[in-house]
């Protein structure tokens, strides 16, 4: 089993649609989860950091259940520019490297 | 903002070239990292180094050497290029605790 799994996509949506993305871990000792969002060979960029319970900033929220080892990123009122590869992204403490999942592809379509 | 500096940006070289990639970053992170990636595929780890002159092997190391020159500096070299090396490279760097990377806008290495 891989140490970070996420929906394997593609995400095909109209615009203004609310699309949730969902990630699962294994490494009960992650201490910290980010979502990078990644446009086609472009490199990451951060999108959100998850510390505790979850973040929000304005269109996006993001929810971790550390019971469950499960990371959620939703999306509300979708916009074409939100079209790209979501990157699922743990890292267990320090000294350790981080995970990436393999990234969930979304289309948000006109 | 500087952030994460990465050269050259774009690179041709012939097979049983070598060359170095260089990374700089101006965020005062003690970890720094080089992924490849293929088209198609997720970021594979090839090195990093988490600290200054410490460095250590990732997923795909072979046909690669890295230098942390100083705290700022992370340069990864081809000794003699494969095709199979022609990817998408990108540098990485860190700060302690729970911070996330930042990432260099990426080396477009083609090999012949």
């Known amino acids: 089993r891989k140490e970070v799994e996420q929906d394997p996509g593609p995400f095909n949506v109209p615009e203004g649609a609310t699309v949730a993305f969902n990630c699962t871990y294994s490494n009960s000792a992650s201490q910290s989860f980010f979502w990078y969002r990644q446009d086609c060979r472009k490199e990451p960029k951060l999108l959100m950091s998850v510390y505790s319970s979850g973040n929000e900033d304005g269109r996006f929220t993001a929810q971790l259940n550390r019971a469950s080892q499960y990371i959620s990123l939703l999306i509300r009122d979708s916009k074409l520019s939100d079209s790209a590869t979501y990157l699922c992204?743990?890292?267990?403490?320090?000294?350790?490297?981080?995970?990436f999942g393999p990234g969930t592809r979304l289309s948000v379509l006109p | 903002n500087a952030g994460v500096t990465q050269t050259p940006k774009f690179q041709v070289l012939k097979t049983g070239q070598s060359m170095t990639l260089q990374c700089a970053q101006d965020?005062?992170?003690?970890?720094m990292y080089w992924y490849r990636q293929d088209p198609g595929m997720g970021l594979r780890l090839i090195y990093y180094s988490a600290s200054e002159g410490t460095t250590d092997k990732g997923e795909v190391p072979n046909g690669y050497n890295v230098s942390r020159l100083n705290k700022r500096e992370f340069s990864l070299r081809l000794e003699s290029a494969a095709p199979s090396q022609t990817s998408v490279y990108f540098c990485?760097?860190?700060?302690?605790?729970?911070?996330?990377?930042?990432f260099g806008d990426g080396t477009r290495l083609s090999i012949l």
């Open positions: 990485a760097s860190s700060g302690d605790g729970l911070e996330p990377q930042h």
């Open positions: 965020m005062n992170h003690n970890s």
């Open positions: 992204v743990g890292r267990p403490h320090y000294g350790q490297n981080f995970v």
